[in-house]
């Protein structure tokens, strides 16, 4: 079975600090996706990477960026974080030849 | 651009009662169509999917088909349990060789006993 885990399931943190959050999966899968899931909105496609060193902005990029220097690991990072970023993320994995992505458990963020 | 619209909810039912979800979308060229499941405090799942027009995805005695003359892929279910309660995403996965998904907002299923 895929198996995508992120670092942490819960996280606080104030205005202003930067925030890393960290989604490894171990398929290797050549793309991986970061969403935010808010009441009412859905999930919505923050970045994703199709392979290593390589990433796209989604619809929502603004306050974000990303890096992938390996193929497992996929990190977000707020750099300067604002209460409007509280939210539960999900990161997402997928195999290039197949079309269903492979969802972590969510890191539910709040800034205060 | 592409788009995926889900009934609103929240939808409840009693157990054993039939279950339909539908979902319709927006799309050019053919995409491939999924419903994904969140249980509370967890990611999503895979339900289901179907890759080309009349294709019927199932899983779990839940149902989809790909109804491309009424760009359609309504979930439905003969018999809900209270373990089905779960919030229900309709997607599809946009062409191209990094497959995007768009959601569709979420449809939050509660069965009581």
């Known amino acids: 079975d895929v198996k995508v885990t992120q670092s942490s399931r819960y996280l606080v943190k104030r205005t202003g600090e930067k925030v890393f959050l960290e989604c490894v999966q171990d398929m290797d899968h050549e793309n991986m996706f970061w969403y935010r899931q808010d009441p009412g909105l859905g999930l919505r496609l923050i970045y994703f990477?199709?392979?290593?060193?390589?990433?796209e902005k989604g619809d929502i990029p603004e306050g974000y960026s990303v890096s992938r220097e390996k193929k497992e690991r996929f990190s977000l990072i707020l750099e300067s974080a604002s209460t409007n970023q509280t939210s539960m993320y999900l990161c997402?994995?997928?195999?290039?030849?197949?079309?269903?992505?492979?969802f972590g458990p969510g890191t539910r963020l709040t800034v205060t | 651009g592409d788009s995926v619209t889900q009934m609103e909810g929240p939808v409840t039912l009693s157990e054993e009662a039939f279950l339909t979800i539908n979902c319709t979308y927006t799309?050019?060229?053919?995409?491939?169509l999924f419903w994904y499941v969140q249980y509370p405090g967890e990611g999503l799942q895979l339900l289901l999917k179907?890759?080309?027009?009349?294709d019927k995805g199932s899983n779990k005695g839940f149902e989809a088909t790909y109804r491309k003359e009424t760009t359609s892929f309504h979930l439905e279910k003969g018999s809900v349990q209270v373990s089905d309660s779960a919030v229900y995403f309709c997607a599809l996965g946009t062409q191209g060789g990094s497959e995007k998904l768009v959601f569709g907002k979420g449809t939050k299923l509660t069965v009581n006993p």
């Open positions: 990477s199709y392979d290593v060193k390589m990433k």
């Open positions: 997402a994995s997928r195999n290039s030849f197949k079309g269903e992505q492979y």
């Open positions: 179907a890759t080309k027009a009349d």
């Open positions: 799309a050019t060229g053919y995409p491939s």
